[in-house]
């Protein structure tokens, strides 16, 4: 998305912009929540650091983490929507190890049974210890089954998660926890998940912290 305004200059030219836009990402550009970059630029400098809030990431892991998301998509099982989505979660265990794990939307005949990509990722990065996540990377799209017109208008948009796997995602994150959406165009929209899911029911609200949580002895 190209601004009219420069926003260093004026905060009205923040709301001019904020004003003119027509999809929701464009709003979290144009609050300064968000940063829209080229994957071939990504890739171009893998070594320069993004720094958000106090946490660092550079260009050639973002790009990695989209990479994780396009594999696990290739497993898509999206029969009934030819919607497919692949996540991949940069996510951190106990032990301080690091690790990409990737899911992909996975629909069922009920269609209410179905889950999608980054809930599955979840899923499988806890199921294997990993509990805190700073970072996750999704990528979605129609297969060719579809129409031109409607896969064109879906592209203009970005994936952003849905609200479930928001309250999912956000039981785990690291905070904070970057979110990193991928078109098939190139553009890549990096953004957080705290501004996706502001003031959300969380561990916190339960007086539990993740990072501490300890299950208690299996006991017979
Ligand atoms: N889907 C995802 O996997 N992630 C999202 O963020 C949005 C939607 C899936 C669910 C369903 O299989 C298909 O995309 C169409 O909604």
Known sequence: MDFRFDHMASTDNILADLKASKTAMELVIGAGKGLEIALPH??????????VNSYRVTYGEISE????????????????????????????????????????????ASYGETKCAERVAAFKAVSEGF?????????????????????????KEYITPCGACRQVT??????????????DTGEVLITTLQYLFPCGFGPRSLG?????????????
């Open 42 to 51: 990504l890739r171009k400098m893998p070594d320069k650091i993004l720094e």
């Open 170 to 183: 956000n039981e785990f994150e690291a905070n904070p926890c970057l979110v990193i959406i991928a078109r």
């Open 65 to 108: 983490l989209v990479a994780g998301a396009r594999k696990a998509r290739e497993f898509s099982y999206a029969p009934y929507s030819h919607f497919n989505v692949g996540a991949s979660i940069f996510a951190e265990n106990k032990s301080g190890l690091f690790a990409r794990i990737g899911g992909c939307n996975v629909e069922n």
């Open 208 to 220: 539990m912290d993740p990072a501490r949580y300890d299950r208690h002895k299996i006991a017979i």
């Open 131 to 155: 509990r805190k996540f700073h970072a996750f990377a999704v990528v979605g799209g129609f297969d060719d089954s579809i129409s031109k017109d409607i896969r064109r208008a879906a592209q």
